[in-house]
């Protein structure tokens, strides 16, 4: 307890409405500077910065330097697993802390901004649990690396590894500032909401070059969001130097036209230089001007990481040159020079910080690590179960009107979903009626290539239906951003085909953003996608059908109609669960005449895992999903002829799946044929046939027979088409061997 409050003391308590002092880490936390050296200072001395100031951000760099030199040493004695520190950059993070509002402004750090966080208010021991993997870590409780940081409680998003996907984030967390203030449904809706907020996202040099880092400087400018980019720049990425990364070398520079931008430069050694640089480029974007971009450069005295060293490609008299800039050494020999404390009191501040932090790494280590059976926690909401019952509104719903095709019902549930909760907000490449708002009652409108979000900017709004940039990355990572603020994106990629793009947002941060963080941050957003082939023309790349590379990655769901009313209310339950969807809609089924409904109720539900029996049998069963429904329906149809009674189970769902009902259909039939569009080798039937196999063997009287696409590409030409995918005589022809064995 004595270590426990030792800490405490060392840090701000956290307070997620109020502003944290600037110096950060108060003044009275350590020992108090003799009343000798007290001296008045002018308010335009040092920056405005007053002496308790300027000595709290230097205890905050100390501390900075201190934890990261405990974590080597721990990392020695083999009592911590991975090391990476911040460095030669606690200048100018520390300064940045001390101007922006922890539980206020919002953040997305990156590994170096150790000083940051200890500014905004996180604790040495906070930082140190992190260190040993300790389960109250409050970053991500034990399931990420160290200096991943994350903090509910003062606005730290949590953060991930790979380099970059953090800057579109930011951008969409302002933007959901944005949208804020024009959706006036959602003005006394939304918590922790303030007109002049501040998203602080910090990079690298070396991040620079990522195509993520573009993309969000153009959105930000384009939009004005109040955006703070900070460029640490240390002159490595690992090993390759800014030269070779940059054209020119300095890539402020290249930026310097980008329209609403403000731009400026330090020393990101020099605190003072950082305080000059920071400041106006804060009060720029809480002023509603736009982003602001901060070139800092900083010096990295240890090696990229304790798996690094530095020295096989820095030569020494590189090496000794950069450590006279270190911020330590500067700042501490800079507040005795200026007569703001001496000596003995620098050093009493020193052995006390060093105390602190060594009391802090005994208790971290003494902390309990988390349980195995912890491990499938918050892979998915724990809160909401789109599979549960209350999702279930499909048995006796009573439809209504014409029939309409999938994109009808699909439009009509977007359209209830959005009247229904002022929270959504649909964008992507073309789905507005027309970004020009001035020619709405000129043209028709576009709604969407295939019209499938058809007058949705006219009824709700530009700020809330609107186009983006060619840019998939882009969708999603904003996507990821609005969520996490309270916001329910449901965007749309057109094509399945040119979703790779955004790969890295889905799979490293959409669906990980919950388990990674122990559940503390969540980004329930849908993504709808328009998929497959039977085109006639749709080629290489509008044809594309690869759903197991989806269904691999726990915490996204993936739903896949085949029917118009099955549409709708996956879609339904899609927007109203509480977990990333990924909603797959087959081009060919959009307006299929075989496939339509008339229209169900407002809140007609489906939830997932819940297959249909699209066809009753005995002989044999068929399990299958998207196109290959309809085409194993006519199949049956025609081995009906022959005597065989096939039954077809539909999954709808693919992740979860329903093995009750493919188990209850195969213990029925006891022989199984699975169809899917996607290629036939390692495909999604793959896992359904592997399970199948494994769990009910007992009841088979046959193998189990797969009727896939080859494994190739879908061609321009019909005749290759027909080929490559399956087709009614591929199915029929299982069908009949199936049955003959």
């Known amino acids: 307890m004595k270590v426990l409050k030792l800490v405490k003391r060392a840090e701000p308590q956290h307070d997620a409405t109020a502003e944290m002092p600037q110096g950060g880490i108060s003044p009275t936390a350590l020992a108090e500077p003799p009343s000798v050296l007290s001296r008045d200072v002018s308010p335009t001395q040092f920056e405005g910065l007053t002496r308790e100031q300027l000595i709290g951000i230097y205890r905050t760099m100390y501390i900075s330097r201190r934890i990261d030199d405990k974590e080597i040493q721990l990392k020695g004695q083999n009592k911590i697993f991975f090391q990476i520190s911040g460095a030669g950059h606690e200048a100018v993070l520390a300064v940045a802390g001390s101007l922006l509002k922890p539980g206020y402004d919002w953040f997305y750090p990156y590994y170096r901004d150790r000083a940051l966080c200890l500014q905004l208010g996180m604790t040495p021991l906070e930082q140190l649990l992190a260190a040993v993997g300790a389960e109250s870590d409050p970053n991500s409780h034990g399931r990420q ?50 007109a002049d907020e501040v998203v602080y996202v910090s990079l690298g040099d070396g991040t620079t070059s990522e195509g993520e880092f573009w993309e969000s400087l153009n959105t930000a400018c384009n939009l004005k969001l109040p955006v703070l980019f900070l460029l640490e720049d240390n002159g490595y990425a690992i090993s390759v130097p800014v030269e070779v990364q940059t054209a020119g070398g300095d890539v402020s520079r290249l930026i310097e036209n980008f329209p609403n931008l403000y731009l400026e430069r330090c020393d990101g050694t020099d605190v003072l230089a950082s305080h000059k640089a920071l400041r106006p480029a804060i009060d720029y974007c809480r002023s509603g001007n736009g982003p602001a971009f901060v070139h800092a450069k900083v010096i990295r005295p ?53 105390r602190i932090v060594n009391e802090a790494a005994d208790q971290a280590l003494g902390s309990p690590q988390p349980q195995p059976d912890t491990v499938m926690q918050f892979i998915y909401s724990p809160d909401v179960d789109p599979t549960a019952k209350e999702f279930d509104t499909e048995e006796g719903a009573q439809l209504s009107g014409n029939p309409g095709t999938m994109v009808d019902l699909i439009n009509r549930c977007l359209h209830t979903e959005l009247a229904r909760d002022p929270r959504i907000v649909v964008f992507g490449e073309d789905v507005a009626d027309c970004s ?84 503390e941050w969540k980004a329930p957003v849908v993504i709808r996608v328009p998929i497959g082939g039977y085109l006639k023309g749709g080629a290489v790349y509008h044809s594309q059908s690869g759903v197991s590379t989806f269904t691999q990655i726990p915490g996204l769901r993936v739903v896949y109609p085949a029917t118009a009313l099955d549409a709708n209310g996956l879609l339904r339950t899609a927007i109203r669960c509480d977990d990333p969807v990924l909603f797959l809609e087959h081009k060919h089924l959009y307006r299929q005449a075989y496939n339509k409904s008339p229209y169900p109720p407002d809140d007609f539900m489906i939830p997932f895992a819940k297959a249909k029996v699209v066809r009753e049998g005995t002989d044999l069963s068929i399990i299958t999903y998207g196109a290959l429904v309809q085409r194993s329906v006519l199949a049956a149809r025609q081995a009906e002829q022959q005597g065989i009674s096939v039954e077809i189970i539909d999954l709808r769902s693919l992740l979860p799946y329903d093995w009750n009902t493919i ?79």
């Open 145 to 194: 690396m160290p200096s991943h940081w994350g903090h509910k409680g003062l606005n730290i998003v949590s953060q991930s590894s790979p380099t970059g996907t953090q800057l579109l984030q930011a951008v969409g967390c302002a933007e959901a500032t944005y949208r804020f203030q024009l959706i006036k449904e959602l003005k006394r809706r939304v918590a922790k909401f303030h």
């Open 663 to 741: 188990s209850a259909s195969v213990k029925k039939t006891n022989r199984v044929i699975v169809a899917h569009e996607d290629s036939l080798s390692f495909g999604y039937g793959a896992e359904i046939a592997a399970r199948i196999s494994d769990e009910l063997f007992e009841f088979l009287d046959a193998p189990i027979r797969r009727v896939c696409a080859l494994d190739t590409f879908v061609a321009y030409s019909p005749q290759l088409e027909d080929a490559i995918l399956p087709q009614v005589a591929d199915v029929t022809s299982a069908i009949i061997d199936l049955h003959r064995y």
């Open 436 to 519: 020009r708002e001035q020619f709405l009652d000129q043209v028709k409108g576009k709604g969407g290539v295939f019209k499938v979000t058809a007058n949705l900017q006219r009824k709700f709004g530009s700020a809330r239906v609107f186009n983006s940039p060619l840019a998939e990355a882009n969708i999603i990572g904003r996507a990821i951003g609005m969520a996490t603020r309270g916001l329910k994106p449901v965007v749309e990629i057109q094509f399945f085909d040119y979703i790779w793009p955004a790969m890295h947002q889905i799979r490293n941060e959409l669906a990980l953003l919950r388990w990674r963080s122990g559940n």
């Open 302 to 354: 240890y090696s990229h990481s304790l798996s690094d060293d530095e020295r096989l490609y820095r030569p020494d008299e590189e090496r000794l040159r950069e450590a006279e800039r270190d911020p330590i050494k500067r700042f501490g020999s800079f507040l005795i020079t200026e007569g703001l404390i001496d000596q003995d009191e620098l050093q009493r501040i020193k052995d006390e910080v060093d």
